[in-house]
Structure formats: structure tokens, C-alpha cells
């Protein structure tokens, strides 16, 4: 079963506006990756969170880890049309589990 | 450096044939894993590598084997290919464990007739 749960599935924006991808987990987590999938693409390694309440930036995205260390999240701020793709989060329960992702649509 | 390479991108089989993946990195990288990936369903781990001489089953192991032929190289095997799975492939590595991030390779596109 789905180890990792990610919403929302899909998330439509006007270029400008902002988004944010969450990732919940029933059990707490060593650590957490997030991946982002460009349409026809294979997955790229953004960051990894391995501290509770970790935030980390990376131009306009910022990642968090939770304090419980269940749930993370990726806020991107003023969403541009580069930004287009799916982004997964992915977690290590022993074995390595990937949520279903968040397909990002940017108008322009 | 090409990072990690996957043969062939697209294929076409036929139900019960049988069919290999191949992967190779070239990141002196220790851990290898398939995944497959659905529509809505992300990515699921089906075998992984943690080292040259070890694998290990994943989430969804049912219907494939693999080979770690050395420390590049990591295939998926399909003994007899059912129309279930048909899906895209990816392959990726990491330096050491799942706690490293990991390289994919671009895909095979499979589809079972």
C-alpha cells in the first residue's frame, strides 16, 4: 500500500503565483527526498531533509521537514513556466517509497 | 559521462515473451535499483542492489528477476510478459543506499501486447 501520501494530485497556477506540494506520513521518517519529473522525463534529485524542522531554500523553492518529522512540504513562490512537471517526494521506511506525486501546470 | 544508461528506450512485446533491461552507470555509484511508473501511482520500487552481489525485492518484486553483473551494471528481467506490465522502466543509482540521492536513467518504454 501507498506508504506516503501526497497532495494535491494536480495543481493548476497562473504564472506568478505561488504553489505548494505536501507529503504526509503515518510513521515518522529518517529522512525525505524530493524529486522533480519533467513531462517525458526521468526524475532529477532536488534536496534532501533529514532533520526535524529542517527548511531548506533553493532559489524559489523551500522545502520543510516537520518538527514530528511525518510530514514535509515544497512551496514554490512566483511559479514560472520552468517550474511545469511533476514533483515527488520519496521516503525511506527500510525500502524506498514514492508518493504519487503533484503534477504542476503553469499558465502563462 | 553519461551518468546511468538504459537500453533499449522502447519496446514492444508480445504476452508470455520474455525480455532483459539493461543498466549501466558510470558514477562508480554502489546502489542500483528498477522502479516502474504508472499514472498516478509515482514510482515503485521493484528490485534494488545495495552492493555488487546483493539484491533485494521491493514494493512490487511479482513477475521479474534481476542481475547485479557487476558493480555498473543492473538488469530486469521478464520471464514471460504480461500486458500488467506495461509501463516505463527507470533505472537509478546511488553512491551508497537509499539515504543517497539517487540518478536515473531516461526510461524504457514498454508495452505488452
Known amino acids: 500500500g501507498q506508504q506516503v501520501m501526497q497532495i494535491p494530485q494536480y495543481q493548476h497556477v497562473q504564472e506568478g503565483e505561488d504553489f505548494t506540494t505536501y507529503c504526509n506520513s503515518s510513521?515518522?521518517?529518517?529522512?525525505i527526498q524530493w524529486y522533480k519529473q519533467r513531462p517525458g522525463g526521468h526524475p532529477v534529485f532536488l534536496i534532501q531533509?533529514?532533520?526535524?524542522?529542517e527548511v531548506k531554500k533553493q532559489k524559489r523553492l523551500t522545502f520543510q521537514f516537520g518538527e514530528a518529522k511525518k510530514n514535509s512540504s515544497l512551496h514554490i513562490t512566483a511559479t514560472q513556466t520552468t517550474d511545469v512537471g511533476t514533483y515527488f517526494c520519496a521516503a525511506n521506511f527500510n525500502k524506498f517509497y514514492f508518493g504519487s506525486g503533484t503534477k504542476l501546470n503553469v499558465k502563462p | 559521462n553519461a551518468g546511468v544508461t538504459q537500453t533499449p528506450k522502447f519496446q514492444v512485446l508480445k504476452t508470455g515473451q520474455s525480455m532483459t533491461l539493461q543498466c549501466a552507470q558510470d558514477?562508480?555509484?554502489?546502489?542500483m535499483y528498477w522502479y516502474r511508473q504508472d499514472p498516478g501511482m509515482g514510482l515503485r520500487l521493484i528490485y534494488y542492489s545495495a552492493s555488487e552481489g546483493t539484491t533485494d525485492k521491493g514494493e512490487v518484486p511479482n513477475g521479474y528477476n534481476v542481475s547485479r553483473l557487476n558493480k555498473r551494471e543492473f538488469s530486469l528481467r521478464l520471464e514471460s510478459a504480461a500486458p500488467s506490465q506495461t509501463s516505463v522502466y527507470f533505472c537509478?543509482?546511488?553512491?551508497?543506499?537509499?539515504?543517497?540521492?539517487?540518478?536515473f536513467g531516461d526510461g524504457t518504454r514498454l508495452s505488452i501486447l
Open positions: 531533509l533529514v532533520k526535524s524542522g
Open positions: 510513521t515518522t521518517l529518517s529522512n
Open positions: 558514477m562508480n555509484h554502489n546502489s
Open positions: 537509478a543509482s546511488s553512491e551508497q543506499g537509499i539515504i543517497q540521492p539517487q540518478h
